[in-house]
């Protein structure tokens, strides 16, 4: 008798102990779900917060980008002589563009050379990238004197009422999709011209 009820004590002594093990359990899993609930409530806010994390550090780094850039022209240009200043109409006036001196007595550049001033003036006035767009055809022909491609917004845009011979460059990317023509003045061999658009 007294066996059987050692017994029976440790039986319900096992099961008192196995249902709290139970019921931590369930507790536990009840507040992990909870949890999990919480953060599912959240992941819209933190991707939210992310988003929002993501675009001022574009803005940031926009704007650092812009002033790197604007130091390094600046300083470019500190550094350039009086005759490299010359060849780049960012610097002068808009008479770089609209010059109709004579060409008595000149030779003509080459078409080659004038592809060579093209690529400089995109690379360093309009900071076109040469890798992005290719020059895929060049002819020659009369064309009026424009300051489109540096007249800003294009409020003052400016052309001559008169016409100059010129190697005509157009370039555009791998799929044609955008494209720049220049005007290179066959005799002077200044940029003085040109337009976005297509080929």
Same mark, same amino acid.
């Given at each position: 008798?007294?066996?059987?009820?050692?017994?029976?004590?440790?039986?319900?002594?096992?099961?008192?102990?196995?249902?709290?093990?139970?019921?931590?359990?369930?507790?536990?899993?009840?507040?992990?779900?909870?949890?999990?609930?919480?953060?599912?409530?959240?992941?819209?806010?933190?991707?939210?917060?992310?988003?929002?994390?993501?675009?001022? !550090?574009?803005?940031?780094?926009?704007?650092? !980008?812009?002033?790197?850039?604007?130091?390094?022209?600046?300083?470019? @240009? %500190?550094?350039?002589?009086?005759?490299?200043?010359?060849?780049?109409?960012? /610097?002068?006036? $808009?008479? @770089?563009? !609209?010059?109709?001196?004579?060409?008595?007595?000149? #030779?003509?550049? #080459? %078409?080659?050379?004038?592809? +060579?001033? /093209?690529? +400089?003036?995109?690379?360093?006035?309009?900071?076109?990238?040469?890798?992005?767009?290719?020059?895929?055809?060049?002819?020659?022909?009369?064309?009026?004197?424009?300051?489109?491609?540096?007249?800003?917004?294009?409020?003052?845009?400016?052309?001559?009422?008169?016409?100059? $011979?010129?190697?005509?460059?157009?370039?555009?990317?791998?799929?044609?999709?955008?494209?720049?023509?220049?005007?290179?003045?066959?005799?002077?061999?200044?940029?003085?011209?040109?337009?976005?658009?297509?080929?």
């Amino acid at each position: 008798m007294k066996k059987d009820k050692k017994l029976y004590s440790i039986f319900i002594i096992a099961i008192i102990i196995d249902f709290s093990i139970l019921s931590y359990l369930i507790y536990s899993n009840y507040l992990l779900q909870q949890k999990v609930s919480n953060l599912e409530k959240d992941i819209p806010k933190i991707e939210d917060k992310l988003s929002q994390q993501n675009i001022q !550090f574009e803005d940031v780094n926009e704007k650092v !980008f812009n002033m790197i850039a604007k130091e390094n022209s600046e300083q470019y @240009y %500190e550094n350039l002589t009086q005759e490299e200043k010359s060849k780049r109409p960012n /610097w002068v006036e $808009d008479d @770089y563009y !609209f010059d109709n001196s004579s060409i008595e007595g000149k #030779t003509p550049i #080459t %078409e080659d050379k004038a592809i +060579e001033v /093209w690529n +400089e003036y995109r690379k360093n006035i309009i900071l076109n990238d040469l890798d992005e767009y290719k020059v895929k055809k060049v002819t020659i022909g009369k064309v009026n004197p424009t300051n489109n491609l540096t007249a800003g917004t294009g409020w003052n845009v400016k052309k001559a009422d008169y016409e100059r $011979d010129a190697y005509i460059i157009q370039c555009s990317d791998a799929d044609e999709l955008s494209s720049i023509t220049g005007y290179v003045d066959m005799y002077t061999g200044k940029v003085i011209g040109g337009f976005y658009g297509g080929v």
